[in-house]
């Protein structure tokens, strides 16, 4: 899910709570001082000078040391950024970006088919000089801007004063600009200072944006001492927006004046969210780049897309935004403070519950009630499915799961029995049969032929047992298997596995029901292509209460896979199952046909 389609989402959804971590739109209100000012100046409707006024561009050249007249003033840094190649002589420029870099976006979306693009990663453990070293190797006399944000957006990583120098230093040799994007430059945590333009090759873009929380000022400015680039830039924005209005400069004057307050009272608050959401992705072991700078913090997912982590967030009431919008490297998030400390709480623990190395209190509660219902088992479930009493008296012997105490199997059998249309005369393997009630009702609603793979010999046992109870000698065969090592060769129309969701180290048969690794599921899905047909359904199921390691939606995706999830609801929370295949049109009318039951 990609952040057009978050927003959409949460426009088309007003009565869901969702907090908003996707945003680069500050939720603090704006200083009092600040807002009078631009009331005071309201009725003040004639063209203001392209430039800007004289006002504001005094108070942003104290700032930054230089004369007001290597300042001009745009309509954000976003419109700034955007005239690069307009002030260009050549018809096809050559950029070079960070990644991740939130310019990333301008380049997918405006200068990719125009122009040439080249990234250079800065990879996670990165040191600063390491990427630097890489940056400036990558510098060469064809090149015409290097674009970088500092704070970096998404990362809240800060390049040091010698480290903009030495780019300085490159672009100078190689006959380049270097625009640095200062957006988030109040905004810094960490001791280190940066530079004023250093040269004529250093530009620098900055805005009252973030620090002042004035995003819809949208007041943007450009420190240039470069005399040729100013003039450019002025034609430029002339010819695009002509001049931004006098009463939001204004603004910007007495936000500029009143810095000092201003910043310290947003990084203070800043600082408790901070800490806050640290806390809990510390204690869950949650992967993040630590940010030396606010408001962002830069998630890792493992190997997991970031865009199936964003969509089940949402899901849950978390707005974030997939690194897809910002890199190459589509495994991080970026999760923006920009709610109060309590509603971020909420989202970190949403965000660990998904991703965390270890579990939350809420699963921790889970598992251990897990494992205590399956303690006192009974020989025979004989209340399981009123609804469906062709299971009844099914047997349960020690030391394998109740499927009537068990989070999703109750849930999967229930739908099997009630939709026995998808595998009625069909052949269907049961992969981690378990106690095998999942392939005993296939067979008892219609199968033609059930395979049973299970890999523990109380699963075996009990699944023999039900096989003769039932009698379904004839119909069933049970096999004990590794997933697909000792199946026969075959191709079957319906495959399920009742897979284990968490991704912990277990150390008996009752634990391997519900811990493994992803490795697992790593391996299904290579070898059930083997198994399968163009129409095969997969089904597996799935619970909200797990992290997303082990969700199937992750391995369909992966493997190219179509796949459609119901939801359900019961004692246990939600559950979803998720059919699986090649066959769109299977899955349209699986899917359909048991949601309608």
């Given at each position: 899910?990609?952040?057009?389609?978050?927003?959409?989402?949460?426009?088309?959804?007003?009565?869901?709570?969702?907090?908003?971590?996707?945003?680069?739109?500050?939720?603090?209100?704006?200083?009092?001082?600040?807002?009078?000012?631009?009331?005071?100046?309201?009725?003040?409707?004639?063209?203001?000078?392209?430039?800007?006024?004289?006002?504001?561009?005094?108070?942003?050249?104290?700032?930054?040391?230089?004369?007001?007249?290597?300042?001009?003033?745009?309509?954000?840094?976003?419109?700034?950024?955007?005239?690069?190649?307009?002030?260009?002589?050549?018809?096809?420029?050559?950029?070079?970006?960070?990644?991740?870099?939130?310019?990333?976006?301008?380049?997918?979306?405006?200068?990719?088919?125009?122009?040439?693009?080249?990234?250079?990663?800065?990879?996670?453990?990165?040191?600063?000089?390491?990427?630097?070293?890489?940056l400036?190797?990558?510098?060469?006399?064809?090149?015409?801007?290097?674009?970088?944000?500092?704070?970096?957006?998404?990362?809240?990583?800060?390049?040091?004063?010698?480290?903009?120098?030495?780019?300085?230093?490159?672009s100078?040799?190689?006959?380049?600009?270097?625009?640095?994007d200062?957006?988030?430059?109040?905004?810094?945590?960490s001791?280190?200072?940066?530079?004023?333009?250093?040269?004529?090759?250093?530009i620098?873009?900055?805005t009252?944006?973030?620090?002042?929380?004035?995003?819809?000022?949208?007041?943007?400015?450009?420190?240039?001492?470069?005399?040729?680039?100013?003039?450019?830039?002025?034609?430029?924005?002339?010819?695009?927006?002509?001049?931004?209005?006098?009463?939001?400069?204004?603004a910007?004057?007495?936000?500029?004046?009143?810095?000092?307050?201003?910043?310290?009272?947003?990084?203070?608050?800043?600082?408790?969210?901070?800490?806050a959401?640290?806390?809990?992705?510390?204690?869950?072991?949650?992967?993040?780049i630590?940010?030396?700078?606010?408001?962002?913090?830069?998630?890792?997912?493992?190997n997991?897309?970031?865009?199936?982590?964003?969509e089940?967030?949402?899901?849950?009431?978390?707005?974030?935004?997939?690194?897809?919008?910002?890199?190459?490297?589509?495994?991080?998030?970026?999760?923006?403070?920009?709610?109060?400390?309590?509603?971020?709480?909420?989202?970190?623990?949403?965000?660990?519950?998904?991703?965390?190395?270890k579990?939350?209190?809420?699963?921790?509660?889970?598992?251990?009630?897990?494992?205590?219902?399956?303690?006192?088992?009974?020989?025979?479930?004989?209340?399981?499915?009123?609804?469906?009493?062709?299971?009844?008296?099914?047997?349960i012997?020690?030391?394998?799961?109740?499927?009537?105490?068990?989070w999703?199997?109750?849930?999967?059998?229930?739908?099997?029995?009630?939709?026995?249309?998808?595998?009625?005369?069909?052949?269907?393997?049961?992969?981690?049969?378990?106690?095998?009630?999942?392939?005993?009702?296939c067979?008892?609603?219609?199968?033609?032929?059930?395979?049973?793979?299970?890999?523990?010999?109380?699963?075996?046992?009990?699944?023999?047992?039900?096989?003769?109870?039932?009698?379904?000698?004839?119909?069933?065969?049970?096999t004990?298997s590794?997933?697909?090592?000792?199946?026969?060769?075959?191709?079957?129309?319906?495959?399920?596995?009742?897979?284990?969701?968490?991704?912990?180290?277990?150390?008996?048969?009752?634990?391997?029901?519900?811990?493994?690794?992803?490795?697992?599921?790593?391996?299904?899905?290579?070898?059930?292509?083997?198994?399968?047909?163009?129409?095969?359904?997969?089904?597996?199921?799935?619970?909200?209460?797990?992290?997303?390691?082990?969700?199937?939606?992750?391995?369909?995706?992966?493997?190219?896979?179509n796949?459609?999830?119901?939801e359900?609801?019961?004692?246990?929370?939600?559950?979803?199952?998720?059919?699986?295949?090649?066959?769109?049109?299977?899955?349209?009318?699986?899917?359909?046909?048991?949601l309608?039951?």
């Open positions: 899910m990609n952040l057009q389609e978050t927003i959409k989402y949460i426009d088309e959804h007003p009565d869901q709570k969702i907090v908003k971590a996707h945003t680069a739109d500050s939720d603090f209100t704006i200083d009092k001082g600040v807002t009078a000012e631009a009331k005071k100046w309201l009725n003040h409707n004639q063209y203001t000078p392209t430039e800007g006024i004289t006002e504001l561009r005094q108070a942003i050249a104290e700032k930054y040391k230089v004369r007001p007249d290597n300042i001009l003033v745009g309509c954000g840094s976003r419109h700034l950024l955007f005239g690069l190649p307009f002030i260009s002589s050549k018809n096809q420029c050559n950029f070079l970006l960070p990644d991740p870099e939130w310019a990333h976006e301008l380049v997918e979306v405006y200068w990719r088919d125009k122009h040439v693009v080249q990234r250079v990663s800065w990879e996670n453990n990165d040191p600063e000089d390491k990427f630097v070293s890489r400036i190797e990558n510098i060469t006399q064809d090149t015409d801007f290097i674009v970088l944000s500092n704070p970096n957006n998404p990362t809240g990583r800060v390049l040091s004063e010698s480290s903009i120098r030495q780019i300085v230093k490159a100078e040799k190689n006959n380049c600009l270097f625009i640095e200062r957006a988030y430059e109040d905004l810094i945590i001791r280190k200072k940066l530079v004023k333009p250093v040269s004529d090759s250093h620098i873009l900055g009252v944006s973030k620090a002042y929380a004035m995003t819809g000022y949208r007041v943007g400015y450009l420190v240039a001492t470069n005399e040729e680039v100013i003039t450019r830039f002025r034609n430029y924005i002339y010819q695009s927006v002509q001049c931004i209005p006098y009463f939001t400069q204004k910007a004057v007495k936000a500029l004046q009143n810095q000092t307050d201003i910043v310290s009272r947003y990084k203070q608050i800043y600082r408790k969210r901070l800490q959401v640290k806390k809990i992705f510390y204690t869950y072991e949650v992967e993040y630590n940010p030396q700078a606010y408001p962002f913090v830069y998630i890792s997912t493992g997991i897309n970031s865009e199936l982590i964003t089940e967030l949402l899901k849950r009431g978390v707005a974030v935004v997939a690194s897809n919008e910002f890199s190459q490297n589509i495994n991080y998030f970026r999760f923006a403070l920009m709610d109060e400390v309590k509603s971020l709480r909420q989202a970190a623990m949403e965000i660990a519950s998904l991703i965390g190395k579990p939350t209190s809420r699963q921790q509660k889970a598992i251990q009630k897990y494992f205590t219902d399956h303690q006192n088992y009974q020989t025979y479930c004989t209340t399981m499915f009123d609804n469906h009493r062709v299971l009844d008296r099914f047997y012997g020690k030391d394998v799961l109740r499927p009537d105490k068990s999703v199997s109750y849930a999967l059998t229930d739908f099997l029995l009630k939709n026995n249309w998808m595998y009625k005369n069909k052949k269907v393997l049961d992969m981690g049969a378990g106690q095998g009630i999942q392939g005993i009702a067979a008892v609603k219609g199968a033609k032929e059930v395979v049973m793979a299970e890999i523990e010999e109380t699963g075996i046992e009990n699944i023999k047992a039900n096989i003769n109870l039932f009698n379904l000698e004839n119909k069933v065969k049970v004990k590794d997933l697909f090592v000792n199946v026969s060769k075959q191709k079957f129309d319906v495959i399920i596995f009742n897979h284990p969701f968490f991704p912990y180290e277990s150390s008996d048969a009752i634990s391997r029901v519900i811990y493994s690794g992803s490795d697992l599921l790593d391996r299904f899905f290579k070898d059930v292509k083997e198994y399968s047909h163009e129409n095969t359904v997969i089904v597996m199921p799935f619970s909200d209460i797990a992290p997303f390691y082990n969700n199937p939606k992750r391995f369909a995706f992966e493997y190219h896979y796949f459609k999830e119901m359900l609801q019961n004692n246990h929370g939600k559950q979803s199952i998720f059919l699986i295949g090649k066959s769109n049109k299977q899955l349209e009318l699986a899917s359909k046909k048991g309608n039951e």
